[in-house]
């Protein structure tokens, strides 16, 4: 039996998947030991313009700087990390006009800081994969402000698809 190559291959993934998968993927460079988020900005012509995950800023070691999630508020990460769609944003090599209207595929729901960067930068999109925050003052804000500025968001939808690579 010879194989049928006149038509295209209908099992590929889909552009949500694909950039989901980049953030996911993105996330696991996070050296958080609770929370590994990542982010990946997409153009309206499905480019990825930029990635990001959580983190210390440059030049802050990781060997130096706390992981713990509770303490004093200078014992604790929360002081110091940068989230995975601010570091996104910052990691952008363009100007920042170039990304208005574009997509951010995050694996959790953007915090209220983030979300005033994501405001500010023209993003208008929010694809997330979890928002095990939904009813913290922190999430309430960041759809509040979305909703204003006209910022949609939907949960990203798994296919169910499973993927797995060899690194």
């Not at 889909?14 to 696991?28: I, K, N, P």
């Not at 604790?76 to 952008?92: D, G, M, P, S």
């Not at 929010?126 to 009813?135: E, H, L, P, T």
Request: aromatic residues 10%.
């Amino acid at each position: 039996m010879t194989e049928d190559i006149t038509k295209k291959r209908e099992d590929h993934l889909s552009w949500d998947e694909y950039f989901m998968g980049v953030a996911m993927l993105t996330a696991e460079r996070s050296k958080d030991p609770n929370s590994q988020v990542g982010a990946c900005i997409v153009s309206s012509d499905h480019r990825i313009l930029s990635m990001g995950y959580n983190g210390f800023p440059a030049g802050c070691s990781d060997d130096e700087y706390p992981w713990a999630r509770e303490g004093d508020e200078l014992s604790v990460k929360y002081t110091y990390v940068t989230h995975a769609e601010l570091n996104a944003i910052l990691n952008f090599r363009g100007g920042m006009s170039s990304l208005a209207k574009a997509t951010l595929y995050v694996t959790l729901f953007p915090c209220n800081e983030c979300a005033k960067a994501i405001i500010q930068t023209g993003i208008r999109n929010i694809v997330y994969a979890s928002d095990k925050y939904a009813k913290t003052p922190s999430t309430l804000a960041s759809k509040r402000m979305f909703d204003s500025a006209g910022v949609s968001y939907r949960k990203y939808e798994p296919s169910g698809r499973r993927v797995s690579l060899d690194l």
